[in-house]
């Protein structure tokens, strides 16, 4: 079992930026892909950007060149952070920490508010 916490959402102008942090504890010797998901108002969940163990990155065509995906598996610590810069409305989601095991094993974060004023 993984258990995922994330902080790090809230309310901010468009232009602005936030940085979301999750952290993972259990049985993370067996993480392999960890990144973020967002479902905003009336939209399905969809992918913002993850990452592999072996270093490869794959971001949403909207984020790119805005968002960053950063993990930090150093000295015990399990973290995967993401930063967001010129946020813009459509980036109002409900923003989920995602990882998931060398077995396929999915496991989701509860999800952290980000809303962006125009």
């Known amino acids: 079992q993984v258990q995922l916490v994330e902080s790090g959402g809230g309310l901010v102008q468009a232009g602005g930026s936030l940085r979301l942090s999750c952290a993972a504890s259990g049985s993370i010797f067996s993480l392999n892909v960890m990144g973020w998901y967002r479902q905003g108002p009336g939209k399905q969940r969809e992918l913002v950007a993850v990452?592999?163990?072996?270093?490869?990155?794959?971001?949403a065509d909207s984020v790119k060149g805005r968002f960053t995906i950063s993990r930090d598996n150093a000295n015990a610590k399990n973290m995967v952070y993401l930063q967001m810069n010129s946020l813009k409305p459509e980036d109002t989601a409900v923003y989920y920490c995602y990882v998931r095991s060398y077995r396929g094993i999915e496991y989701w974060g509860q999800g952290t508010q980000v809303t962006v004023s125009s």
């Open positions: 990452n592999t163990s072996g270093g490869s990155t794959n971001y």
